[in-house]
């Protein structure tokens, strides 16, 4: 079992890449000796090894690095249709991918999950020893540390213990998140914001999701509800949001609401598609992609203001990450953040397939297990 203090280095090596013993003391603040040793007992674990030589002024060194199979962790996505598992290694490399039909039987999902494990832990990639955990990112407000679902629209779920329930039927511990908080941890540890102790991650796809890590960690908020700023009023009086109020970002900016406004004015729904109308000229898409790129910069710059974070990306689950939308997105936070030279924040769009939230469910569990502050 890893002590506080084995992953205290772990996640050192997680967040910097391979180290030398003499850098990890300089980190760390431990002493010399006792990094020593427990570098050691992490080597004979077999989740460390040696590497590339580091030539200073004093005798060369040898940098650390984290071995890939030594763990592995399994990721289950129940936010897209069909639902995707996948299991990941400690580098955060996908090593399988399974998907299985969506439905909202609790009872129905854990038995294909458990089902899923087993099909990857044999396929002769993985060594089913090492299979240390499952995370779970789910659509909806979670209890993260009591692992139920305490609310979820899309799944049509409340206070479901689908943590313990899967945790029973595999025989692995198993955490859940927030699908978009599962995303932030997934490019914290493994992806582009790696390295930051203050970051931001806004997913846009069917709806809208957003999470935070504040100083190292994924920020829940009091109930857990951090983050949910599909539901923040952008346009005073504006289109009705199926949460009952009107004017949610939501109604302007997710893919659902664009592709509701685009079939209105009977022009194609993916943002793709209504991309490449706005490019010929379509009134009617330039408007749709206008509204929604500038409610979008409104709420991230709302962010910028409010948390300072020092990158954020934005993962568009469709469409061009240079196109009307992105852009327009872009000059609006540019636009509404106090003018600040050099200018603080770093703003990435990115394209992000399905697998993103299984990835990051994974990675929930990595964190949970072999990174956790
Ligand atoms: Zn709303």
Not at 35 to 43: G, V
Not at 297 to 313: M, N, T
Not at 353 to 368: K, L
Request: charged share 15%; proline share 4%; with cysteine.
């Amino acid at each position: 079992m890893l002590s506080a203090a084995h992953i205290n280095i772990l996640r050192l090596l997680n967040q910097s890449g391979p180290l030398s013993r003499t850098e990890i003391v300089s980190l760390s603040g431990i002493s010399k000796a006792t990094i020593s040793a427990l570098t050691a007992e992490l080597i004979a674990l077999g989740y460390l090894q040696e590497g590339e030589i580091v030539y200073g002024s004093g005798r060369p060194s040898v940098r650390l690095g984290l071995v890939a199979g030594s763990a592995f962790f399994i990721g289950v996505s129940l936010v897209s249709s069909p639902f995707i598992a996948l299991a990941t290694d400690l580098h955060g490399g996908v090593v399988e991918t399974r998907s299985f039909e969506a439905t909202t039987e609790p009872a129905e999902i854990v038995a294909r999950i458990a089902a899923a494990v087993i099909d990857m832990a044999g396929a002769g990639t993985i060594d089913p020893a090492r299979i240390c955990g499952i995370g779970l990112a789910i659509p909806g407000l979670v209890d993260a540390a009591e692992s139920i679902c305490v609310r979820s629209t899309l799944l049509d779920w409340r206070d479901v213990p689908i943590g313990a329930m899967v945790a029973e039927a595999t025989g692995l511990p198993t955490f859940i998140e927030n699908d978009a908080n599962a995303m932030t941890v997934g490019q914290h540890l493994f992806g582009s914001l790696r390295g930051t102790s203050s970051c931001t991650l806004i997913s846009i796809g069917a709806g809208i999701g957003c999470g935070h890590v504040l100083c190292g960690a994924l920020h829940r908020g009091h109930r857990g509800g951090s983050g949910e700023i599909a539901h923040a009023t952008i346009e005073p009086d504006g289109l009705p949001c199926m949460c009952g109020k009107r004017g949610c970002l939501d109604t302007l900016a997710s893919l659902r609401s664009i592709a509701g406004q685009a079939r209105e004015a009977g022009l194609p729904t993916s943002l793709a598609e209504l991309d490449s109308a706005a490019s010929r000229g379509d009134h009617d898409a330039i408007r749709i992609l206008h509204r929604g790129g500038t409610a979008l910069g409104l709420a991230v710059s709302q962010i910028v203001q409010s948390l300072d974070p020092e990158k954020i990306i934005v993962a568009l689950g469709d469409g061009p990450v240079d196109g009307l939308y992105a852009r327009v997105m872009r000059q609006t936070v540019d636009a509404n953040v106090m003018p600040q030279e050099p200018r603080q924040y770093d703003l990435s769009i990115t394209e992000v397939d399905e697998r993103a939230w299984a990835i990051g469910a994974a990675s929930v569990a990595a964190a949970h297990l072999f990174f956790k502050a």
